[in-house]
């Protein structure tokens, strides 16, 4: 699986920021994808992911009144919706997919990395 992250940008705090993340390769609708980022000098973070169905998702109390996870199977495509936007959500974000459900931390496709930068 090949994935491939679009979407961020400069924003300022409050507002909202869709990413989009493509993947492609056979049965894509069979793995689980996730949403993860890296702040500046800091540790890569789990945000979100969701179930191969899209019917369970997992968000990240940091970020669970704020963010939402969907995908669209028929596209191939998972989204990060990013409202209320802070200064703190500025990172690198990357998405990643896995055949298993229920990870964190351990994804076994990653793409590249989209930047949000969040200013205040």
Sequence with gaps: VQLQAFGGGLVQTGDSLRLSCVASGPTVSSYTMAWFRQAPGKEREFVATISRGGGITMIADAVKDRFTISRDNAKNTVYLQMNSLKPEDTAV????????????????????????????
């Design 93 to 120: 974000y990357y998405c990643a997919a896995d055949r298993l459900w229920g990870s964190r931390s351990s994804y076994e496709f990653w793409g590249q990395g989209t930047l949000v930068t969040v200013s205040s």
